[in-house]
């Protein structure tokens, strides 16, 4: 499983008009079966497809790189145990070595080993640290192969053996520096009003030296960066353009990381969590200056997580509206994110609430909002027209938005009721928003006086 970097999220330009109210129902983990449906299960291999083995130098052998793996499988009904991943590196002959660790039993020449890896869970974790270095006298740009296999005892027959020839990894020798970023500890709780200093230092793991650095930095909309370095170029939260809900910053610095060096920015780098955060994140990546190759990119980027204490109240209000039978009055409703907090689903993209507006007995909508489309759910009156709307992908505080739907009567219902609820949705909780009472409204035509 890899996170995926918020900026990444918002180059590509999520649409959140493109999800239906019917996403909401298939919001949770995992699958649903019916009773009498017959269940599969599949075991499947995590490995990387590439890996880099710095070149040994003239005098003496190489450096050693973890190579981390594992097994997971699909479905959580199944207890599956018993793991054996067989890692075959007999294609590494003249380009790379491993070290086998505890957990695996290699042959008599050492070129194919079976890895205990225990009880296979259904969410990866690396349970294999396998060590890679350059063989003696392999040159820049050698290359091979690593092959695997694997099978498990569970599932539905008994065994679980993985897809054969799903997964391998390109070892290639390679100089250069190597810089990355240590993964950082996210934090819960914290007050609005917080000041927080990124745990930000820079290593340089590889066998030259970088010639500076670049940093990449993402901000969601309750995160101030407070910390301004004169080597960065920012685009605030209320720029116009892309990052409207973003704090983006670009850095470039010539401090020079040797191999085996670790270093900082400047100045500690300091947050401050503002009134209206909730479910934050910082994300920061960075690349060698110089226009050097980074040697392995996996530890380049982090994402620090950091959930505020505080809530949002997502309110929807209805309207009335009165006309004659053949006459089309306008009847929408409006959402409103009373805050003080925002929400925003800048991982995922999806719409932070979809709302559901069944219409009033005896209308049909003549004039509905580009964000609204029909939809139908198990028990749906079919004389009952439904809708579903979706709101962007974050509501800042004091959003208003109106869903102004246009309604002919086709025949006069005394108080026909139409009934609107929204549906909160968020990539971290819903627990957000305490105040359940008014996510649902009317809209009332003709009402009785």
Not at 105 to 122: H, I, K
Not at 130 to 157: F, H, M, N
Not at 340 to 355: E, F, H, L, Q
Request: charged residues 15%; contains cysteine; negative net charge.
């Amino acid at each position: 499983m890899r996170t995926v970097s918020v900026g990444r999220v918002l180059r590509r330009g999520a649409s959140a008009g493109a999800v239906t109210a019917l996403v909401v129902a298939g919001l949770g983990s995992g699958v649903a079966f019916a009773d009498d449906e017959a269940q599969t299960d599949q075991l499947w291999i995590q490995a990387p497809y590439e890996q880099t083995a710095i070149v040994a130098p003239d005098d003496g052998a190489a450096q050693y790189r973890s190579l981390a793996l594992g097994l997971y499988h699909d479905n959580d009904n199944f207890t599956v145990t018993d793991g054996r991943l067989t890692v075959d590196v007999s294609g590494l002959a003249g380009v790379a070595e491993v070290a086998w660790p505890d957990n695996c039993t290699p042959n008599d020449s050492g070129t194919v080993a079976v890895c205990d890896t225990g009880d296979v869970p259904t969410r990866y974790s690396a349970q294999v640290q396998l060590k890679v270095r350059a063989a003696a006298g392999a040159a820049v740009g050698a290359q091979g192969a690593i092959e695997y296999s694997a099978e498990a005892t569970g599932g539905p027959d008994g065994t679980l053996v993985a897809p054969e020839g799903s997964v391998e990894t390109f070892v290639t020798v390679g100089s250069g520096p190597d810089l990355g970023v240590g993964a950082p500890q996210d934090v819960t709780g914290v007050a609005p009003g917080t000041s927080l200093t990124v745990p930000f230092s820079v290593t340089n793991t590889g066998n030259e030296t970088a010639h500076g650095f670049t940093v990449k930095m993402w901000a969601t909309y309750g995160l101030d960066v407070v910390t301004r370095y004169p080597q960065c170029t920012y685009t605030g939260p209320d720029d116009s353009g892309e990052y409207t809900a973003m704090t983006y910053a670009t850095c470039s610095f010539d401090t020079d990381v040797a191999p085996g060096a670790t270093v900082g920015l400047p100045e500690p780098l300091r947050l401050a969590v503002t009134d209206h955060a909730l479910y934050e994140r910082f994300d920061y990546e960075i690349e060698p200056g110089a226009d050097a190759t980074d040697l392995d990119s996996s530890d380049n980027s982090r994402s620090w997580h950091i959930d505020a204490d505080n809530t949002a109240d997502f309110a929807v209000h209805g309207s009335k509206a009165s006309g004659a039978a053949g006459d089309t009055v306008t009847a929408g409703f409006r959402f409103v994110n009373r805050g003080p907090a925002w929400v925003g689903n800048v991982s995922s993209g999806d719409p932070v609430a979809v709302i559901d507006y069944y219409l009033p007995e005896g209308t049909t909508a003549t004039s509905v909002p580009g964000t609204c489309h029909t939809a139908w759910t198990s028990g749906d009156d079919p004389a009952i027209g439904h809708y579903a709307c979706t709101l962007p992908l974050w509501a800042k505080p004091d959003l208003k938005v109106g869903f102004p739907f246009r309604l002919r009567i086709d025949r006069v219902v005394p108080n026909a009721t139409g009934h609107v609820i929204a549906h909160p949705h968020s990539d971290t909780s819903l627990t957000f928003d305490p105040n359940t009472k008014n996510n649902s409204a009317k809209v009332v035509v003709n009402p009785c006086p």
